[in-house]
Protein backbone atom coordinates (compact mmCIF):
# COMPACT_ATOMS: atom_id res chain seq x y z
CA UNK A 1 0.00 0.00 0.00
CA UNK A 2 3.23 2.48 0.46
CA UNK A 3 4.51 1.58 -2.86
CA UNK A 4 1.43 2.47 -4.18
CA UNK A 5 0.77 5.66 -1.97
CA UNK A 6 4.55 6.70 -3.17
CA UNK A 7 3.54 6.16 -6.41
CA UNK A 8 0.72 8.37 -6.94
CA UNK A 9 2.41 11.22 -5.10
CA UNK A 10 4.93 11.19 -7.38
CA UNK A 11 2.64 11.15 -10.58
CA UNK A 12 1.24 13.71 -9.01
CA UNK A 13 4.09 16.29 -8.67
CA UNK A 14 5.13 15.34 -11.71
CA UNK A 15 2.42 16.02 -13.32
CA UNK A 16 1.89 19.19 -11.66
CA UNK A 17 5.74 20.30 -13.19
CA UNK A 18 5.03 19.27 -16.99
CA UNK A 19 1.90 21.63 -16.69
CA UNK A 20 3.64 24.34 -15.16
CA UNK A 21 6.68 24.27 -17.24
CA UNK A 22 4.12 24.33 -19.96
CA UNK A 23 2.52 27.60 -18.53
CA UNK A 24 5.73 28.96 -18.54
CA UNK A 25 6.79 28.00 -21.58
CA UNK A 26 3.85 29.90 -23.15
CA UNK A 27 4.34 33.34 -20.62
CA UNK A 28 8.11 32.80 -22.19
CA UNK A 29 7.09 32.83 -25.44
CA UNK A 30 4.74 36.14 -24.94
CA UNK A 31 7.71 37.79 -23.22
CA UNK A 32 10.33 36.69 -26.39
CA UNK A 33 7.41 37.82 -29.09
CA UNK A 34 6.82 41.43 -27.16
CA UNK A 35 9.12 43.43 -29.58
CA UNK A 36 8.66 46.38 -26.53
CA UNK A 37 10.42 44.17 -24.36
CA UNK A 38 12.59 42.73 -26.76
CA UNK A 39 13.05 44.50 -29.63
CA UNK A 40 14.27 43.00 -33.01
CA UNK A 41 17.44 41.11 -32.14
CA UNK A 42 17.21 37.06 -31.54
CA UNK A 43 17.72 35.87 -28.15
CA UNK A 44 19.37 32.81 -26.64
CA UNK A 45 17.98 30.22 -24.31
CA UNK A 46 19.40 27.93 -22.24
CA UNK A 47 18.35 25.76 -19.49
CA UNK A 48 18.75 22.44 -18.40
CA UNK A 49 16.03 19.81 -16.74
CA UNK A 50 12.61 21.18 -16.37
CA UNK A 51 14.18 24.50 -17.15
CA UNK A 52 15.14 23.19 -20.31
CA UNK A 53 10.99 21.78 -20.61
CA UNK A 54 9.83 25.20 -20.43
CA UNK A 55 12.17 26.07 -23.50
CA UNK A 56 11.08 23.06 -25.59
CA UNK A 57 7.62 23.94 -24.81
CA UNK A 58 7.95 27.58 -25.75
CA UNK A 59 9.62 26.73 -28.46
CA UNK A 60 6.69 24.95 -29.54
CA UNK A 61 4.45 27.60 -28.65
CA UNK A 62 6.55 30.13 -30.91
CA UNK A 63 6.11 27.64 -33.99
CA UNK A 64 2.56 27.38 -33.42
CA UNK A 65 2.48 31.48 -33.41
CA UNK A 66 4.25 31.01 -36.50
CA UNK A 67 7.75 33.41 -35.28
CA UNK A 68 10.28 31.36 -36.61
CA UNK A 69 13.99 32.47 -35.84
CA UNK A 70 13.58 34.68 -32.87
CA UNK A 71 15.68 32.37 -31.24
CA UNK A 72 19.52 32.58 -31.80
CA UNK A 73 20.57 29.88 -30.39
CA UNK A 74 19.38 27.27 -27.91
CA UNK A 75 21.30 24.28 -25.69
CA UNK A 76 18.98 22.15 -23.86
CA UNK A 77 20.72 20.40 -21.05
CA UNK A 78 19.25 16.80 -19.43
CA UNK A 79 15.81 17.72 -21.38
CA UNK A 80 13.15 15.48 -19.64
CA UNK A 81 11.22 15.64 -23.27
CA UNK A 82 10.61 13.28 -25.89
CA UNK A 83 12.57 12.73 -29.12
CA UNK A 84 9.32 13.25 -31.19
CA UNK A 85 9.88 14.30 -34.20
CA UNK A 86 7.13 16.62 -35.29
CA UNK A 87 8.27 18.61 -31.89
CA UNK A 88 12.02 18.82 -32.75
CA UNK A 89 11.08 20.27 -36.31
CA UNK A 90 8.94 22.48 -34.93
CA UNK A 91 12.17 23.64 -32.27
CA UNK A 92 14.55 23.39 -34.98
CA UNK A 93 12.39 25.95 -37.55
CA UNK A 94 12.17 28.31 -34.54
CA UNK A 95 15.80 28.29 -33.42
CA UNK A 96 17.88 30.52 -36.14
CA UNK A 97 21.68 28.90 -35.51
CA UNK A 98 22.16 26.05 -33.10
CA UNK A 99 19.70 24.08 -31.32
CA UNK A 100 21.26 21.50 -28.87
CA UNK A 101 20.87 18.57 -26.96
CA UNK A 102 22.64 17.99 -23.94
CA UNK A 103 22.74 14.42 -22.73
CA UNK A 104 24.05 12.13 -20.49
CA UNK A 105 23.22 8.09 -20.59
CA UNK A 106 24.21 7.49 -17.37
CA UNK A 107 21.29 9.75 -15.61
CA UNK A 108 19.27 7.68 -13.69
CA UNK A 109 16.78 9.94 -12.24
CA UNK A 110 15.71 11.27 -15.76
CA UNK A 111 15.61 7.87 -17.30
CA UNK A 112 13.50 6.61 -13.93
CA UNK A 113 10.86 9.78 -13.60
CA UNK A 114 10.95 10.06 -17.55
CA UNK A 115 9.92 6.24 -18.16
CA UNK A 116 8.10 5.83 -15.30
CA UNK A 117 5.80 9.09 -15.53
CA UNK A 118 5.92 9.30 -18.86
CA UNK A 119 6.12 5.91 -20.40
CA UNK A 120 8.72 7.15 -22.94
CA UNK A 121 11.13 4.87 -24.01
CA UNK A 122 13.63 7.33 -25.83
CA UNK A 123 14.36 10.45 -23.71
CA UNK A 124 16.44 13.67 -25.37
CA UNK A 125 18.49 14.04 -21.68
CA UNK A 126 19.45 10.35 -22.48
CA UNK A 127 19.96 9.99 -26.07
CA UNK A 128 20.44 11.95 -29.21
CA UNK A 129 18.28 13.22 -31.52
CA UNK A 130 18.77 11.65 -34.78
CA UNK A 131 15.99 11.91 -36.20
CA UNK A 132 15.81 15.68 -37.23
CA UNK A 133 18.72 17.51 -39.41
CA UNK A 134 20.53 20.28 -37.98
CA UNK A 135 20.45 19.72 -33.70
CA UNK A 136 23.82 18.86 -32.76
CA UNK A 137 23.75 16.10 -29.67
CA UNK A 138 26.54 16.22 -27.48
CA UNK A 139 27.21 13.25 -25.30
CA UNK A 140 28.07 14.73 -21.54
CA UNK A 141 28.01 10.77 -19.76
CA UNK A 142 32.10 11.36 -18.69
CA UNK A 143 31.34 15.06 -17.61
CA UNK A 144 27.72 14.37 -15.61
CA UNK A 145 27.43 10.73 -13.78
CA UNK A 146 23.72 12.20 -12.19
CA UNK A 147 21.17 14.77 -12.92
CA UNK A 148 21.84 16.83 -9.81
CA UNK A 149 25.40 17.16 -11.20
CA UNK A 150 23.79 19.57 -14.09
CA UNK A 151 24.50 22.83 -12.35
CA UNK A 152 27.62 21.97 -11.01
CA UNK A 153 29.39 21.29 -14.49
CA UNK A 154 27.72 23.66 -16.20
CA UNK A 155 30.80 25.96 -17.12
CA UNK A 156 32.49 22.67 -18.50
CA UNK A 157 29.55 21.89 -20.42
CA UNK A 158 29.32 24.92 -22.13
CA UNK A 159 32.70 25.02 -22.97
CA UNK A 160 32.63 21.29 -24.18
CA UNK A 161 29.70 22.44 -26.51
CA UNK A 162 31.20 25.08 -27.45
CA UNK A 163 29.47 27.34 -26.56
CA UNK A 164 30.61 31.29 -25.66
CA UNK A 165 28.51 32.31 -23.14
Aim: net charge positive; glycine share 6%.
Amino acid sequence: MALIQYASNLDNTWVLCRERAQQAGRLLADAISDTQAVGQRPVTLVGYSMGARVIFYCLQTLWKRRKLHVVCDCVLIGLPASLNTKQWTAARDVVSRRLVNVYSRSDWLLAFLYRWMEWGVQVAGLSPVRSVGGVENYDVTGLVKSHAQYPEKMNDILAFIGFDA
